[in-house]
């Protein structure tokens, strides 16, 4: 039987909700991660301080003792100087994220005009401070499966061309075009991909009918797209790290003919379906620096000091979760998957329906 040996990984993009949905995200998350960079789309958003603050203790409330929450702040259009400084003087805070407004799950509150935010973006570059992007135009006219490689045409690279000493994440990439992009840019911009994109292309999501629970945002894209994403993911590139973009929704909202919500739900088993993806390409060897490594480097704090290992051995996830008091169906739910692990885990993974 193949074992694994990693460095504890960190997750660098993860939706915990918040409120009746934290146990069961915090539980899942902080069962092997060292680190999590929390999103903040809540409703309404985190976006300041203060309720970073708040957020996080209602987060380390059911928190295991060395699991660490890091903290995203939500940029609008109104964010000012005074909280890009605030944010850094705090040293709880990671990154700003920018959503564009209308691109994804509770992103009404997002960025209107990106323009507009450039003298923001200049503080956060003296400040040095992160900005995370959800790269996705959101122009009715570009078909949904162009809108990540336009934002960068469009957007991104002109905000890199600005601030050329600005460190931008661009989160959860989904096409050649992206990694290509990270790979041509400088050692201040890198990219987080999802096990799901890894693992999943778009005719798992839509061949012989449509699954819910494979429609997140960026949306899967072509076969030729996702062999892109392993080839970046497992190249040794160090802008490449981990980010699960976890995101739970209840089962009545996925499963819903008005509109399907967007989110895949990994955190039950984030590092194991990882390793399947870097399994199929035979290339295990550079899951290390991807999961426990990289991401780290990048955001300038030490690797974790202590271990987790897996080992190739099926496992069956269960077909739907408590959450809140509603239900969570999970990626692979009622399915296998092929690595486990099998030391370092904090606890059990939680039973699925009780
Ligand atoms: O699929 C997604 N779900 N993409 C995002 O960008 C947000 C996330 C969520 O919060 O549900
Ligand atoms: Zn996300």
Not at 326 to 342: D, H
């Amino acid at each position: 039987m193949q074992t694994l040996k990693l460095k504890r990984p960190d997750d660098w993009h993860i939706h915990l909700r918040d409120d009746a949905y934290l146990s069961r995200t915090v539980h899942d998350a902080a069962r092997y991660f060292g680190r999590v960079l929390v999103m903040p789309n809540l409703v309404p958003p985190v976006i300041d301080v203060s309720s970073a603050i708040s957020y996080r203790e209602r987060i380390q409330a059911l928190s295991p003792p060395g699991f660490s929450p890091q903290m995203a702040l939500y940029l609008t259009d109104t964010t000012d100087a005074d909280t890009v400084v605030a944010a850094k003087q705090s040293g709880l805070v990671s990154a700003f994220k920018l959503y564009p407004a209308g691109a994804t799950t509770n992103s009404a509150f997002g960025v209107n005009a990106i323009e507009k935010l450039y003298p923001i973006f200049e503080i956060m570059q003296e400040q040095d401070i992160v900005l995370s992007v959800h790269g996705e135009v959101t122009d009715a006219d570009v078909d949904i499966f162009d809108r990540e490689a336009v934002f960068i045409d469009t957007i991104l690279s002109e905000i890199i061309r600005r601030f050329p000493s600005l460190r931008v994440v661009l989160e959860h990439i989904t096409t050649s075009q992206a990694a290509s992009f990270v790979q041509d840019s400088s050692d201040r911009v890198a990219a987080t991909i999802t096990a799901h994109h890894l693992l999943y292309n778009r005719n798992d999501m839509l061949v012989g009918g449509i699954r819910p629970v494979h429609y997140c945002l960026p949306i899967l894209k072509r076969h030729i797209h996702q062999v892109a994403l392993l080839e970046a993911a497992t190249s040794g590139n160090a802008s490449f790290f981990l980010g699960t973009d976890s995101a739970p929704h209840p089962r009545s909202a996925k499963e819903n003919a008005c509109g399907c919500a967007a989110g895949c739900y990994t955190a039950h088993a984030a590092i194991e379906l990882y390793a399947e993806a870097f399994s199929s390409v035979g290339r295990l060897e550079y899951l290390e620096a991807f999961a426990s490594e990289y991401g780290a480097d990048f955001y300038g704090v030490p690797h974790n000091k202590d271990h987790i290992e897996l080992t190739q051995q099926d496992w069956q996830v269960d077909a739907s979760f408590t959450f809140g008091n509603t239900e969570l169906i999970p990626t692979r739910g009622g399915e296998p998957i092929a690595w486990k692990v099998t030391s370092g885990e904090r606890y059990p993974l939680r039973d699925g329906v009780h």
